[in-house]
């Protein structure tokens, strides 16, 4: 699957710490688009979707939460849980973000902006495409 995690430096004295986040250096795509999800309702899950061109970093830098991902052939789960600890997903991954804690704030770095044509948000239809492609 092409995703990955990917432990960012923690810069700064201990006491200050710090992360830095460039593009084409610890962030592996050039930034369009920078966007945080937070204030999540308890027991709500989000996510549900796949991207067909956009590659994202997605950053926990508060709170906690579990990322189930998919790409048509392997799973993958990942617990987010520092603000040091990233999460990379390429095109074609399905994601659903779950067990959300309270004061989870996750920050989303991408390579595009936003564009709902970009979507796969029908399970069914990600399966399919992801297959074609596999074939293709
Ligand atoms: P969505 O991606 O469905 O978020 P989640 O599943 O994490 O709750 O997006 C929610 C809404 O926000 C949807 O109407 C699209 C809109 N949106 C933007 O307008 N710009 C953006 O950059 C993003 C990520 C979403």
């Known amino acids: 699957m092409n995703a990955r995690v990917v432990d960012l430096k923690v810069l700064g004295v201990p006491q200050a710490p710090l992360v830095a986040l460039e593009s084409g250096r610890n ?17 709500k899950s989000r996510g549900f979707h796949a991207h067909k061109k956009l590659q994202q970093l997605i950053i926990c830098v508060r709170g906690s939460c579990r990322v189930l991902l998919q790409d048509g052939k392997e799973e993958m789960e990942v617990f987010l849980n520092k603000p040091n600890k990233a ?50």
């Open 27 to 43: 962030v592996p795509f050039e930034i369009e688009r920078v966007y945080y999800l937070f204030g999540t309702a308890a027991g």
């Open 87 to 136: 999460l990379y997903l390429s095109a074609m991954i399905w994601r659903e973000i779950h067990d959300l804690s309270q004061d989870c704030v996750l920050v989303v770095l991408a390579d595009q902006y936003y564009d709902e044509h970009d979507y796969i948000r029908d399970h069914e239809r990600f399966l399919e495409m992801a297959e074609r492609r596999a074939k293709d």
